[in-house]
Nanobody, 123 residues
Framework: QVQLVESGGGLVQAGGSLRLSCAAS????????MAWYRQAPGKQRDLVAT?????????ADSVKGRFTISRDNAKTENPVYLQMNSLKPEDTAVYYC???????????????WGQGTQVTVSS
């Protein structure tokens, strides 16, 4: 079984910062691209940022220059982080981490999701 557990969400005023963390555990052979998504009430889940095993990153235009995704491949849990600065009310959403991983050497690459963490930015 594979689990992704997010933490670090909360309530913050506009202009403030939060750091989200996501740790993977379970029967994992290898983890490839990891990402953060977000879903606001009544809206679809949108990609926020991605980071590859080698550290290459991509960002949604709406968060460029404000959010930073990173990961620590040296740790067993392969944590991925999302540093969020200069937060805006429109950043309010449930944030989900995802990981593309293999559970065995011959296993297919599959995407796993965390349960989500609420981020609320007040104006």
């Amino acid at each position: 079984q594979v689990q992704l557990v997010e933490s670090g969400g909360g309530l913050v005023q506009a202009g403030g910062s939060l750091r989200l963390s996501c740790a993977a555990s379970g029967s994992i052979f290898s983890i490839h691209t990891m990402a953060w998504y977000r879903q606001a009430p009544g809206k679809q889940r949108d990609l926020v940022a991605t980071v590859t095993t080698g550290g290459s990153t991509t960002y949604a235009d709406s968060v460029k220059g404000r959010f930073t995704i990173s990961r620590d491949n040296a740790k067993t849990e392969n944590p991925v982080y999302l540093q969020m600065n200069s937060l805006k009310p429109e950043d309010t959403a449930v944030y989900y981490c995802s990981a593309d991983l293999r559970r065995g050497a011959a296993s297919a690459l599959m995407t796993y999701w965390g349960q989500g963490t609420q981020v609320t930015v007040s104006s």
